[in-house]
């Protein structure tokens, strides 16, 4: 069996008792689509397609695919790609839901990713490194609290399940992991204005969190509007709720 690649960001799932706990959350139906990133060895995959209708899994890596490619039948369908350039509304009419060990040196490229295809998914549960799974579920007044914080939670309702150790994964990681859900929004979109103004917003706030956002947003938007939005000149970047860059978001469209 391969060996897992550094360069690829490769830490296998191997603990069974993890794997069974990460199934019930996810908890598969007979008729649920899903939609797997990176199956490595096929541990996740196999549960799925022994609990769901179908199972689309991407890995890019070669030699991974060529022992999944042997799990393929009629419900199971490999795409041996880079997942950063897989379209997903090609594979289903219907809603996928998702499922990802992530390569943790690409995480956030990922959940951008899925944030431009979310009108296609139901739900996404992945795993991440604990320190920015924390980032994406972190509230404000938070050190953890950012911009991707902003985005996530905008877009979608973000839920922390469960930690996972170190020795759960081969080769063994040097950090803690979590496993997170993600349950997308309705009607909301990456692309649409709010979310568009509040990447730009956010990019600006949070370039220099130590800074008062009156002085970070005194070219677009007055310490006096602000005030009008119950929104403190003086608050840090991470003080204000994802609510309050809603609202500073929609005054400026």
């Not at 990460?22 to 899903?34: K, T």
């Not at 007055?222 to 000149?233: K, R």
Request: charged content about 25%.
């Amino acid at each position: 069996m391969p060996r897992a690649k550094k360069s690829l960001g490769q830490n296998f799932l191997i603990d069974s008792a993890v794997i069974s706990q990460l199934v019930n959350y996810v908890n598969p139906d007979a008729n649920d689509l899903f939609l797997e990133i990176g199956p490595g060895k096929g541990a996740i995959t196999k549960e799925l397609l022994n609990k769901s209708r179908c199972t689309h899994a991407v890995e890019m890596d070669n030699d991974l695919s060529k022992e999944l490619k042997k799990l393929e039948n009629g419900n199971f369908y490999l795409h041996n790609v880079n997942i950063l350039d897989f379209d997903p509304s090609k594979i289903s009419k219907n809603k996928l839901r998702v499922v990802g060990n992530l390569p943790y040196n690409i995480s956030t490229p990922i959940m951008f990713w899925s944030f431009k295809y979310l009108e296609f998914f139901s739900d996404m549960h992945f795993m991440f490194q604990k320190e920015f799974g924390n980032r994406l579920i972190a509230k404000s007044d938070n050190k953890n609290f950012g911009r991707i914080s902003v985005i996530t939670q905008y877009l979608t309702r973000p839920k922390f399940c469960f930690f996972i150790g170190r020795e759960s994964f081969y080769p063994k990681p040097k950090v803690e992991s979590v496993f997170i859900r993600f349950e997308a929004i309705a009607n909301r979109s990456i692309n649409d204005p709010i979310s568009t103004k509040l990447q730009e917003i956010t990019q600006v706030a949070f370039m220099h969190k130590r800074k008062m956002v009156g002085k970070s947003f005194e070219k677009i938007i007055s310490g006096s509007e602000l005030i009008n939005l119950d929104i403190d000149p003086k608050s840090r970047p991470e003080n204000i709720s994802v609510e309050e860059y809603v609202k500073i978001a929609e005054t400026l469209l």
